[in-house]
T-cell receptor, first 115, second 115 residues
Framework: SAVISQKPSRDICQRGTSLTIQCQVD?????MFWYRQQPGQSLTLIAT?????????ESGFVIDKFPISRPNLTFSTLTVSNMSPEDSSIYLC????????????FGPGTRLLVL | AQSVTQLDSQVPVFEEAPVELRCNYS??????LFWYVQYPNQGLQLLLK??????LVKGINGFEADFNKSQTSFHLRKPSVHISDTAEYFC?????????????FGQGTTLQVKP
């Protein structure tokens, strides 16, 4: 399986600021995803991070609020922009890799609290 | 579109007792099915998956699941639970053809194992 790390692991931020979350994988992967898990809720896909092109966003998520970069096959960032308390969530990076079948592996998550 | 329903939000059970966590899905196309576990303050870990073949799937930590296409179910079972199995369990699906990698998650089931 792929080993995935995320930075920061947790943060407390002020309303109106932005936070960039990093996701690093120990091997090249074909697909990378960003999910949000709101308190006490399930996971919702924010977007698919595409290498070398704009991310593909799910309904209800927009690039201005959640800009994503993926400069290579092992790294991606998600920025949560102009934060409000409603953005308090766990943000998880996941990857899918050829040779590992259809399985997605998840990072440990970034726990964000917006005051 | 696909959807997932986990029929129980919480399942309390005594240690060494058997447990079943129920998952039903809805989809107009063939799907892959997954169970993930989330321990407190951690990311998601894959328990098991059904891609094709035998409908009885064995996973890690003694868990298994039975894919029933006619009933569109993928219930998770363990014959004897341990205190350490206390966690949140998520059922998820993705479409098997034209697979974009998108996972649709159920709302989660909290397994509470009591001594």
């Amino acid at each position: 399986s792929a080993v995935i790390s995320q930075k920061p692991s947790r943060d407390i931020c002020q309303r109106g600021t932005s936070l960039t979350i990093q996701c690093q994988v120990d091997s090249q992967v074909t697909m990378m995803f960003w999910y949000r898990q709101q308190p006490g809720q399930s996971l919702t896909l924010i977007a698919t991070a595409n290498q070398g092109s704009e991310a593909t966003y799910e309904s209800g998520f927009v690039i201005d609020k959640f800009p994503i970069s993926r400069p290579n096959l092992t790294f991606s960032t998600l920025t949560v922009s102009n934060m409000s308390p409603e953005d308090s969530s766990i943000y998880l990076c996941s990857v899918r890799q050829r040779g590992l079948g259809e399985t997605q592996y998840f990072g440990p998550g970034t726990r964000l609290l917006v005051l | 579109a696909q959807s997932v329903t986990q029929l129980d939000s919480q399942v309390p059970v005594f240690e060494e007792a058997p447990v079943e966590l129920r998952c039903n899905y809805s989809s107009s196309v063939s799907v892959y099915l997954f169970w993930y576990v989330q321990y407190p303050n951690q990311g998601l870990q894959l328990l098991l998956k059904y891609l094709s073949g035998s409908t009885l799937v064995k996973g890690i930590n003694g868990f298994e699941a039975d894919f029933n296409k006619s009933q569109t179910s993928f219930h998770l079972r363990k014959p004897s639970v341990h205190i350490s199995d206390t966690a949140e369990y998520f059922c998820a699906v993705s479409r098997s053809s034209g697979n974009t990698g998108k996972l649709i998650f159920g709302q989660g089931t909290t397994l509470q194992v009591k001594p």
